[in-house]
C-alpha cells in the first residue's frame, strides 16, 4: 500500500464531512443526485481512485447520519433512506422529543457502520471465488429482489401485480423520450425516478388538498409545543451505550448483521421492513417509535455500506441498487473508468480496505460528534425560525428543478405522473422497496417479455 496517499485519503474524507454536512441538513437532497455528481467529477478530473474511494465512503456515512436529522426535525426525508423514518419521527416529535430522537439516530448510525463495514469486507472475501457467476446473473439478482419484497410486504398481491407494469411505466417514458429526440439513444433517466418514487406519497397528499371534499374531512388540531430546556442544550454523552437501551443497541446490531448479506436488495425496503420489525416487538408507542428509527438508522448505514463494498471488493459490476445509483462512478465513467477497468481492477485488495477504512473512520467521528453534541440547539433553531410550509415547498421546488435538470419541462410532467402512481401504489401497500426494485428490474422485463 502507497503510505503517501494516506493525507490525500484524510484530506478527501475531510472534505466530504464538510460538504455532505451541510447538504444533509437539506430536506430532499437524494442520495444519487447529491453524491454521484461529485464523485463523477472527482474520477473524471484524474484524482487517484483510492482517494475518490475514500471520499465516497465518508461521504455516504456523513450524508446518511445528518439527513436523518431534517426528519427528526420537521417530518420531511433527508433523503430516500429517512423515508421509512417519518412517521416513527412525528411520533416523537409530537412528544418534543426531536432532539432525542436526532441522537438516537446518530448512535443508530454508528452502531450500524461499526457492524456492517467489516462483515461487508469478509462476506466479499468469500464470495469472491464466485464472481464471474455472479457477473453472468447479476441482472436477475433485482428481479429476484423485487419479488422477494413483494412477498414479504403487506399487500403482497398488488405488489406482485405491480412490478411489471412499473418496470413498463419506467422504461416507456424513457422510451418516449428517446425516440422525440429528449434523450439520446444511448441516454438513461434515473435520478428523476428516485424523486418521483420518494416524494410519491407526498405528491399524492398535496393533489388530495385540490379536492374540496377531501380537503375539508382531513383532521385538524392546535399546534404542537416544542420546549427545550437549558440543560438540553448543554449536549450529551458521546457513548451510544449511554445514548440507547439495551433493546435499542441489541436491535441495530442484529438488523445491521442481518441486512449485511442482503446487499443486493432495496436499502429503503431492507429499512422498512426490518426498522418495522425491530419495533414492533415494544409495547408502548413511544418506546416502539424510539426502537425503529434507531433500527432505520442503523439500516441506513449498513445497507448502505454493504451495497457498495461488497460488489466493489468482490466482483467489480454494480450488482446492488447502490452501486447501481449513488456509487456508479466507481464502476463505470468513460473514459477513466469502465465496467472491465475501474476502481475493483485498479486497487488491490489492502489498498480497497485502507480507502475504506480511512473514509468511515474520519466520517463517523466528525459528523456523529456534530450530530450528538448540537442537536438539540438546531432543534431550537429550526423549530422556532423555519416554518414546516417553507420546507416542504424546497423539498417541492427540489423535486421539480432536478426533474427539469434531467431532462426538461417536460419530465416535470412525467416525475408527476411516476409520482403520482407511485404514491397511490404506496398507499395501497407496495412498499418503496418493491418500486425500487421494479426501477432496476425494468430493463431486463423488457428485453424478455417484449
Not at 429526440?181 to 438513461?188: H, S
Request: proline content about 6%; overall charge positive.
Amino acid at each position: 500500500m502507497d503510505l503517501t496517499l494516506l493525507l490525500p485519503m484524510a484530506g478527501a474524507s475531510l472534505a466530504a464531512v464538510l460538504l455532505y454536512t451541510l447538504i444533509g441538513f437539506i430536506p430532499g437532497t437524494d442520495e444519487t443526485s447529491v453524491l454521484l455528481p461529485v464523485t463523477l467529477a472527482l474520477v473524471l478530473a484524474g484524482t487517484d481512485p483510492q482517494v475518490v474511494l475514500a471520499f465516497f465512503i465518508a461521504a455516504v456515512v456523513t450524508l446518511n447520519l445528518t439527513n436523518s436529522i431534517p426528519t427528526a426535525l420537521v417530518g420531511l426525508p433527508g433523503g430516500v433512506l429517512s423515508a421509512p423514518m417519518i412517521d416513527h419521527a412525528l411520533t416523537l416529535k409530537r412528544e418534543g422529543r426531536a432532539a432525542e430522537t436526532i441522537r438516537k439516530m446518530a448512535a443508530g448510525s454508528v452502531v450500524g457502520t461499526l457492524v456492517a463495514v467489516p462483515l461487508a469486507l469478509l462476506i466479499a472475501g468469500a464470495i469472491t471465488p464466485w464472481a464471474e457467476q455472479l457477473r453472468e446473473y447479476g441482472s436477475l439478482l433485482f428481479v429476484g429482489g423485487a419479488v422477494v419484497l413483494a412477498l414479504l410486504g403487506r399487500n403482497r398481491v398488488l405488489s406482485l401485480l405491480a412490478i411489471i407494469p412499473l418496470g413498463l411505466l419506467f422504461q416507456g417514458v424513457q422510451a418516449l423520450y428517446r425516440q422525440t429526440g429528449v434523450l439520446p439513444e444511448d441516454g438513461t433517466i434515473t435520478v428523476s425516478f428516485f424523486l418521483s418514487i420518494t416524494a410519491g406519497p407526498l405528491l399524492l397528499s398535496l393533489a388530495t388538498l385540490l379536492n374540496p371534499t377531501l380537503r375539508e374531512a382531513l383532521p385538524r388540531g392546535p399546534r404542537t409545543p416544542v420546549r427545550i430546556t437549558r440543560g438540553e442544550l448543554r449536549g450529551a454523552p458521546l457513548s451510544p451505550r449511554r445514548l440507547l437501551t439495551r433493546a435499542e443497541l441489541g436491535a441495530s446490531a442484529t438488523v445491521s448483521a442481518a441486512s449485511t448479506p442482503l446487499f443486493f436488495l432495496s436499502p429503503v425496503a431492507l429499512t422498512l421492513l426490518m426498522g418495522e420489525a425491530a419495533g414492533a416487538r415494544a409495547k408502548r408507542t413511544r418506546d416502539r417509535a424510539s426502537r425503529a428509527v434507531t433500527a432505520m438508522a442503523a439500516l441506513a448505514h449498513s445497507t448502505y455500506l454493504a451495497g457498495v463494498i461488497i460488489p466493489l471488493v468482490a466482483v467489480g459490476l454494480p450488482l446492488s441498487p447502490v452501486a447501481v445509483g449513488p456509487a456508479n462512478a466507481l464502476f463505470n465513467a468513460p473514459p477513466v473508468l469502465t465496467l472491465d477497468r475501474n476502481v475493483h481492477h485498479l486497487l488491490s485488495t489492502p489498498q480497497l480496505v485502507a480507502a475504506i477504512v480511512v473514509g468511515t473512520v474520519i466520517a463517523l467521528l466528525l459528523s456523529y460528534v456534530l450530530a450528538v453534541r448540537y442537536s438539540f440547539r438546531l432543534t431550537a433553531l429550526v423549530t422556532r425560525y423555519v416554518p414546516h410550509e417553507a420546507v416542504l415547498a424546497l423539498f417541492i421546488v427540489f423535486v421539480l428543478l432536478l426533474a427539469y435538470l434531467d431532462a426538461g419541462v417536460v419530465n416535470v410532467f412525467a416525475v408527476l405522473l411516476v409520482g403520482l402512481t407511485c404514491g397511490t401504489l404506496n398507499r395501497l401497500g407496495v412498499n418503496f422497496g418493491v418500486q425500487f426494485m421494479s426501477l432496476y428490474a425494468a430493463p431486463w422485463f423488457v428485453a424478455h417479455l417484449m
